[in-house]
Structure formats: C-alpha cells, structure tokens
T-cell receptor, first 109, second 115 residues
Framework: GQQVQQSPASLVLQEGENAELQCNFS?????MQWFYQRPGGSLVSLFY???GTKHSGRLTSTTVIKERRSSLHISSSQTTDSGTYLC???????????FGKGTHLHVLP | NAGVIQTPRHKVTGKGQEATLWCEPI?????VFWYRQTIVQGLEFLTY????????DSGMPKERFSAQMPNQSHSTLKIQSTQPQDSAVYLC?????????????FGEGSKLTVL
C-alpha cells in the first residue's frame, strides 16, 4: 500500500478561510518535508520538520511521529496560495524520500 | 547560489530515440535524487546518489533507464529507446546529506515529450 497518504486530495476555499492539510504515513521516518508547487512549476520547500511544530508567516507545520502524521495549516488563505501541496517523508530504513500524491488547493477571490 | 540546475528544460524526442537529461546540484551538496512526475502517478522516486556513489536505484525501470554521477558537479539520466509512456517531467534534487537526508532542493525540471 501507499506509504504516504495526503488528504484531502483537493480543496476549494474562499479567500480568507483557513485550511488544514493532512499527511499520514505508514512507515518509520527520519524526517518530514512539505513542498509547494504551482502548475508547471518546480517544488519549493516550505518546511523541513522532523518533529514538533514550525511556523513561517501564515503557515504552520506540525509533525507527530508516534501518531504517524503531519499537518500543514494555512491561515487567512490568499489566491496566491493556490497550487499543490506535497508532503514527503524520509524513510528510516531506505534513506530515500517518498512523496504523497498532494493536495490541490484552489483559493477563490 | 544558483540552486539546482537542470537542462534541457524541454525535450521532444521521437519514439525509439535516446534522451539524456542533466542535473547540476547545489555546490557542496553530497546527495542527488532523480524523480519523475506525471499527473497520473505523481512524484515517483527513481534513483539516489550519495558522494557520487549510487545508493538506491529501486525506482528505475531496469531496461532502458540509467543514471550516472561522474563527478560531484553533475549527474545524468539517460533513457534509451524512449517510449510515449516515458513522457513526464524529470526532477532532480540535491541535499547536504548529513546524518539524515536533510532538506531537498529541487531544480526546475526537464519536461520530456516522446511522440
């Protein structure tokens, strides 16, 4: 089965609303990363967060290893937040980084 | 710092031809990763080098795909006898690679179209 599962698969928000993106994993990990990708664009690292909570502007990432989950919270969403958000985990055993399928976010004006 | 550099940005090949994609990692980074991205499959891991040595190529289609890292400043991904199903964006990433893999930095990608 898939080792990294993201939910929801897609999300539509009105500008100003908050969003909570989830990433669940079935394998042990060394680290968790969140990336942002615009259509046709490259991946931009948002957080490198092995555990605990990190903040960056309107974004907050929380990783709880023993519960095998990580979340990305976007507060006061803006239309420029639209795109795909991907979580990726580094497998403890393999030391390779495995990606989820992503959450496609669309923020309406 | 120029970031991870990938060339070409776009490549169109005919079925059966060879395609070579290049990646220059960030200077000082010892780990290089190759991924393939399609709408259907998402991001798929292909292969991984650490200090130029191949560590894990479990994601590589065995028969037509090969990757090398002849020196610390570039890696290549070669696809022989390209097929339409090889059409994808091929992404290269690098990291400092200390005790853990560390934060990944991606290039802009090479979009391969096989006609």
């Amino acid at each position: 089965g898939q080792q990294v599962q993201q939910s929801p698969a897609s999300l539509v928000l009105q500008e100003g609303e908050n969003a909570e993106l989830q990433c669940n994993f079935s394998t042990s990990l060394n680290s968790m990363q969140w990336f942002y990708q615009r259509p046709g664009g490259s991946l931009v690292s948002l957080f490198y967060n092995p555990s605990g909570t990190k903040h960056s502007g309107r974004l907050t990432s929380t990783t709880v290893i023993k519960e095998r989950r990580s979340s990305l919270h976007i507060s006061s969403s803006q239309t420029t937040d639209s795109g795909t958000y991907l979580c990726a985990l580094e497998d403890t055993n393999a030391y390779k980084v495995i990606f989820g399928k992503g959450t496609h976010l669309h923020v309406l004006p | 710092n120029a970031g991870v550099i990938q060339t070409p940005r776009h490549k169109v090949t005919g079925k059966g031809q060879e395609a070579t994609l290049w990646c220059e990692p960030i200077s000082g980074h010892s780990a290089v990763f190759w991924y393939r991205q399609t709408i259907v499959q998402g991001l798929e891991f292909l292969t991984y080098f650490r200090n130029q040595a191949p560590i894990d190529d479990s994601g590589m289609p065995k028969e037509r795909f090969s990757a090398q890292m002849p020196n610390q400043s570039h890696s290549t991904l070669k696809i022989q006898s390209t097929q339409p199903q090889d059409s994808a964006v091929y992404l290269c990433a690098s990291s400092l690679d200390g005790a853990n893999t560390g934060q990944l930095y991606f290039g802009e990608g090479s979009k391969l179209t096989v006609l």
